[in-house]
């Protein structure tokens, strides 16, 4: 049974860092897409990063240069490496991984078929 498992999360002030982290069990990141989604209440959950085959990274707009997704194919984990957070990117943040992802696509729930439960990220100013 494949699981994801989030964890990193807290709160922090603005300006500060954290790194998210998801453990992947039955299922080999290396070899699909994995993404990093995020939701606030009220609002759909939307992509933040994605990475795809280890080699090529995908980010929204909103966190070009400040945040980075990497992954360890020996611990088969996903990262997010938040620097610089703002109050606005306080949300629940979720792992997913799917079958394949390109720069037009990743950000398409429905490409993703195993989620993680989330952990949330809190930025006060």
């Known amino acids: 049974q494949v699981q994801l498992v989030e964890s990193g999360g807290g709160s922090v002030q603005a300006e500060g860092s954290l790194r998210l982290s998801c453990a992947a069990s039955?299922?080999?990141?290396?070899?699909?897409?994995m993404a990093w989604f995020r939701q606030t209440p009220g609002k759909e959950r939307e992509g933040v990063a994605a990475?795809?085959?280890?080699?090529?990274?995908y980010y929204a707009d909103s966190v070009k240069g400040r945040f980075a997704i990497a992954q360890d194919n020996a611990k088969n984990t996903l990262y997010l490496q938040m620097n610089s957070l703002k109050p606005e990117d306080t949300a629940m943040y979720y792992c997913?991984?799917?079958?394949?992802?390109?720069?037009?696509?990743?950000?398409?729930?429905?490409?993703?078929?195993?989620w993680g439960r989330g952990t949330q990220v809190t930025v006060s100013s």
């Open positions: 997913a991984a799917g079958v394949g992802c390109t720069s037009a696509s990743w950000t398409f729930r429905f490409k993703y078929n195993y």
């Open positions: 039955a299922y080999t990141v290396s070899s699909t897409c």
């Open positions: 990475i795809s085959r280890g080699v090529l990274t």
